[in-house]
């Protein structure tokens, strides 16, 4: 699209709003999985010292988060690639063979296949997540750049 059109401006405006406005959804079951494990069996629904630590632990994550865009935002193409090597090639290569592991192998094949594709699967996503972020401090041409 045209880089200065109300059209142009109007889509990346709509685009950030959905963006601002998913994070909360987005961010609630890292929270809900971090509390539980930073306090377990404590809530502040009666306590308000516990209540305000949440609180405290709460922001300090989104502005964690927060850090980690603004440090990303001029090479975003690297940061995604960082995530998929981190967290996508998991849900592809290795969580499959493992839930197949333990809900249906039951011959030693099975089981050794199991293995092995997981196996397979860590070796990817650290070979994957290392070369992304070996490849982050590397300065590229831009895109519209030609060798003469």
Known sequence: ???????????????????????PLMMFPVIRILEQA???????????????QKNFFRAL??????????AGVERVDKLVAVIGGFACVPIS???????HLKAVAESRW?????AVLAGLGVVICIYVTFGAVSRWGVAEPPYDFCDE
């Open 38 to 52: 930073l306090f377990p069996r404590r809530s502040g629904k009666l306590n308000t010292s516990v209540k305000l």
């Open 61 to 70: 994550l989104v502005v964690g988060v927060l850090g980690i865009s603004v």
């Open 1 to 23: 699209m045209p880089s200065k059109t109300t059209a142009t401006l109007t889509v990346q405006l709509l685009y950030s709003s959905a963006i601002l406005f998913t994070v």
């Open 110 to 114: 099975e089981r050794g296949r199991d």
């Open 93 to 99: 290569f290795i969580y499959p063979p493992l839930f």
